[in-house]
């Protein structure tokens, strides 16, 4: 039986593999999700045939409670999610999946604490490392879901803040290498060591501004495929070791990826605290004014336009503008108009979320285009259509080496001949940085919800 199960675990992690593959592209990423789902049920039910487990009649019961009770909140709440809050769900599950981890070391731990005998030394070590990152991946997703929430609205530093993250981290490393290499588990020590690691979590979160958190909810994604890779080395279960591994390889390149579009190290953006919402971020001051344009003036511009380029943002998620953007641009197109989306790497509060949005509305995927690739087609464009991006577009980040963002590629909207930002007030951004794309002599301001300022443009155009 061990056999048989080893082999499906092998033949899960490979089509698990192959499903991760094919979410790299639009066209194939749903399959992806099936198949790598599929894959993991078939090892989950494999594992209940694991003679250890088969030992252990008694927990059984409690195992597949805990499966249907987990999985359906995870179909309901699923179901209900809006996409606008797709990002807290994702930071969230990570959060789970580290929390996981950690229950797994916390168990093997205590058995240890209850005087069972010690694992070999390398076991314990993986045992405690999986607890640290597990634990931490945990408490820092919820600090991270609160933010984008907007249940905690602002960043917190606390006097010597990293002194107090630094003298946290090395005392769990302390506690647990001292219950590591010496097979001894105190409970006292045990529960100190989770409290720090848990509120070190915390600690490390709360600084972060908003406007990082793409970057860090990717970064915890990789911890906890870490951590569940250490646990699954614990538990000797290859489908856990090879399934962590390959998430926390994944979450590792993609948070790299990210801080890359905004050029800047992941140190910085861990340990700064650009990105506040608090709106914080000094800047000189910008010349010129913001100049207004109506609903009508904006639509004739597209519809006589040869080439629209649309740039989205978090904006237009909260909006829920996707489908409308969709019908203005199947009503330019009939009227001989090219059409593109531009998307930058860190649109949005989450990986691939204007991606997401723009395919639940029907956009073909070869109109959906990276930044590289759009670049040098603004030009061309006789308008840019901004609707609900910000940072992405601010054209400080190639002029003014005093800002915080300056260095971070940008989408050149302000190149266009002509840009409307459809924007619903006069305020700064999420990182709280003026966006000078704003004042340019060739950009208007269309203001209004994201949604029925394009209803705006739709009716326009169909009156011409």
Known sequence: ??????????????????????????????????????????????????PAVLHNTGNLGWMVLAIVMGSAIAYVTAKRVEMTNMPQMIAIYNGMGGGAAAAIAAVELVRVSGGAEAPETTVMVLAVLGAIIGAVSFSGSAIAFAKLQGLINKTIRLPLHMMINLAMFAGALALGGMMAFSGQVDPTILLIFFALTLIFGVMFTLPIGGADMPVVISLFNALTGLAVAFEGFVLQNAAMIIAGTVVGSS??????????????????????????????????????????IQGNDAAIMMAYATKVIIVPGYGMAVAQAQHKLKELEALLEDRGVTVKYAIHPVAGRMPGHMNVLLAE???????????????????????????????????????????????????????????????RGRGAGFSGIENHLFYADNTRMLYGDGQKAVAELIAGVKQL
């Open 361 to 423: 509305a029907g956009v073909d995927y070869d109109k959906i285009m990276d930044l590289d690739e759009i670049n040098p087609e603004f030009p061309t464009a006789e308008v840019a259509l901004v609707i609900g991006a910000n940072d992405v577009v601010n054209p400080v980040a190639r002029s003014n080496p005093d800002s915080p963002i300056y260095g971070m590629p940008i989408l050149d909207a302000d190149k266009a001949q002509n840009t409307i930002v459809i924007k």
């Open 1 to 50: 039986m061990d056999t048989i199960i080893e082999i499906v675990y092998f033949l899960s992690a490979a089509v698990f593999i192959i499903g991760l593959k094919q979410m790299s592209s639009p066209v194939t990423a749903r399959q992806g999700i099936v198949w790598a789902g599929i894959a993991m049920v078939i090892a989950s039910l494999f594992t209940f045939g694991d």
């Open 251 to 292: 979450g590792t390149l993609l948070t790299q990826l990210m801080a890359k579009a905004m050029n800047r190290p992941i140190s910085n953006v861990l340990f700064s605290s650009f990105g506040s919402a608090t709106g914080e971020t000094a800047e000189e001051e910008v010349a010129g004014s913001m100049k207004e």
